[in-house]
């Protein structure tokens, strides 16, 4: 099971620096959703079954749906389009990651045994336990979140029916 962990986050990491690195967006689109089906994955072996069936519904279903359909909107299938990056930029992005990486490890490190847990374990991918903190502790955040999908969706539609005229 350990294995199994580590492969499939080695397959993530893999797969994540692959949509970073690739030059065509319709490429990255596709390492995205090996991306999502991994992070999904990782899901179920922590046994969170709700997460992973919302990360592959949502995630690598509706949004890669929506990613696909402004790449071929946008004709963004040639490389061309995609400016290349300068050693410099490479340099200095490395230098950043490098930096976080280490930031990180180093907080996890000094932090110890001091880390504690404000979940339930067994809550995690609980249905009742998600919907009973989206519709308490977390209703503002939600309905804002709704009212901006309506907003984005409804300018859509504007933009669309104006190109279309």
């Known amino acids: 099971m350990t294995f199994l962990f580590y492969f499939v986050a080695c397959l993530t990491i893999i797969s994540a ?7 065509n967006p319709v490429y990255s689109a596709v390492m995205l959703v090996l991306c999502f089906f991994s992070i999904a994955t990782l899901y179920l072996l922590l046994e969170a079954y709700f997460v992973a069936v919302l990360e592959i519904i949502i995630y690598a279903g509706a949004i890669m749906v929506l990613f696909l359909f402004v790449i071929m909107l946008l004709d963004l299938g040639r490389e061309a389009a995609l400016p290349k990056l300068k050693k410099l930029d490479k340099a200095l992005s490395l230098f950043l990651v490098v ?3 280490l930031g990180i490890l180093t907080l996890t490190m000094w932090a110890g045994g001091d880390l504690h847990q404000t ?4 809550s995690v991918g609980d249905i009742k336990a998600v919907g009973k903190a989206l519709f308490t502790d977390f209703l503002l955040p939600f309905e804002v979140a709704s009212l901006l999908l309506l907003v984005a969706l409804i300018g859509t539609v504007y933009l669309a029916k104006r190109r279309v005229k």
């Open 17 to 23: 620096l692959f949509v970073v690195l690739n030059r």
């Open 119 to 122: 979940l339930n374990p067994s």
């Open 99 to 101: 930096i976080i990486f």
